[in-house]
């Protein structure tokens, strides 16, 4: 397979995939489906691909080797098995789905039709998250980490139908929607989680903001004996937002931080300028703070960002290696490097978190089966 034939469902966030298929080069978008038809009808008209109006004729085609599965979150589950029941590799952005009973059909339907099913764990493609990684032997064994973060307002407002996302029964809350990236990212750092101690605000705003959810706050432990806190909200202040991560060892600290997310910006064209990236990370120890570099991509990547105007910035380097990992693990017969299994576990975490707060007691990850 020299192309891959890409379909996708979804024209907000599938339009930043799509324009990630078109950088790559070795993946040729055919057709897009959408409920939002003159969006849907101005993209085909203007790129060249397939305009169609039912997502199941989309994953049917024959034309088509491979689905982006870029919808509402209680959506995913039901596109993805269909596509690949059709005999389709697909790719479900992030959270794959909203419990590990909903993963554990995913994962059974891309084994039994012999197909890759990528979860969108984009924060394992943060630059900051790429390079804690590598640093993290340098503050030695680590003890504890906390992130703390907000999403403004106009984080998902700007796009169309997106409303979705502050409505629990399509996003699956908070916790799924917003904490699971951050909660996963920590997973990947430190390994598996022993128990989640959760408080979820988001019931005390519901009827005073209607329209947004709160967050919450959750306690976890890890197998290794490091302990992490999780704090985030969504919708208060704020137009645009932040975060800050912290990670103490016990020979030095690293500290990300990303505050003023430009959302507005998201889907504009540039020049791949690094100027974009307004984010810090930090490594310091006893010899003093040192700041680390946040450039991730390769030279011939980084010329695909100019040569195609994507903004160099977090969430399109993120979609980028996510869209690169996934078509070669299709088309070189590569092993994804983060996976359905990986997406699973995050989620049993979160499905812990939910209960942990309603029960309102501390909840060990074994109680849950893993």
């Known amino acids: 397979m ?17 324009r ?18 003159p969006t849907l009808r101005r993209l085909a008209s203007e ?16 034309d088509i080797d491979c689905v982006f599965v870029s919808v509402p979150n209680y959506l995913h589950e039901r596109m993805a098995v269909r596509a ?25 339907a891309a084994r039994k039709a012999g197909k890759v099913l990528a979860p969108g764990l984009t924060n394992r493609w943060e630059p900051g998250d790429i390079v804690m990684k590598e640093k993290l032997p340098l503050i030695g064994a680590p003890v504890m980490a906390s992130f703390i973060g907000h999403l403004g307002s106009a984080g998902w407002s700007h796009v169309e139908g997106g409303e979705w996302f502050s409505d629990p029964s399509k996003s699956g809350g908070a916790f799924r929607a917003l904490s699971i990236h951050f909660v996963d990212s920590m997973r990947n750092l430190f390994g598996e989680v022993r ?52 990670i103490v060892g016990m020979e030095g600290l690293l500290e990300y931080s990303l505050w003023g ?14 100027e974009l990236f307004d984010s810090s990370l930090q490594l310091i120890t006893r010899e003093g703070p040192e700041e680390l570099g946040l450039s991730v991509l390769s030279d011939e990547d980084r010329d695909r960002f100019k040569s195609h105007r994507l903004p160099y910035t977090r969430e ?40 942990s707060a309603k029960e ?8 849950l089966g893993r």
């Open 2 to 18: 020299s192309k891959l034939r890409v379909g996708i469902i979804g024209s907000g966030r599938g339009w930043l995939n799509a």
């Open 20 to 37: 990630m298929i078109m950088a790559r080069g070795d993946g040729e978008v055919v057709a897009m489906s959408s409920l939002d038809e």
């Open 47 to 62: 790129r060249g691909f397939r305009a169609v109006t039912e997502w199941e004729e989309l994953v049917a085609a024959d």
């Open 84 to 108: 690949l029941e059709e005999g389709k590799h697909v790719y479900v952005d992030y959270p794959m789905t909203t419990s590990a009973a909903s993963a554990d059909r995913m994962i059974e």
């Open 195 to 246: 128990w989640v101690d959760a408080t979820d605000d988001s019931p005390r705003y519901s009827e005073k903001r209607k329209s947004h959810f709160a967050g919450g706050t959750l306690l976890l432990e890890f197998e290794n004996e490091a302990s992490a806190i999780v704090q985030e909200t969504y919708g208060f202040a704020y137009e645009t937002g932040g975060c800050r991560f912290q």
């Open 261 to 274: 997310w430009e959302f507005e910006h998201r889907y504009a064209d540039h020049g791949g300028e690094d």
């Open 316 to 355: 399109y380097v993120q979609a980028y290696l996510d869209a690169k990992d996934f078509i070669r693990a299709i088309i070189e017969g590569r092993p994804l490097t983060n996976t359905a299994q990986d997406a699973r576990g995050s989620i049993v975490v979160i499905d812990a978190a939910y209960l």
């Open 360 to 367: 309102g007691r501390r909840v060990y990850l074994e109680e």
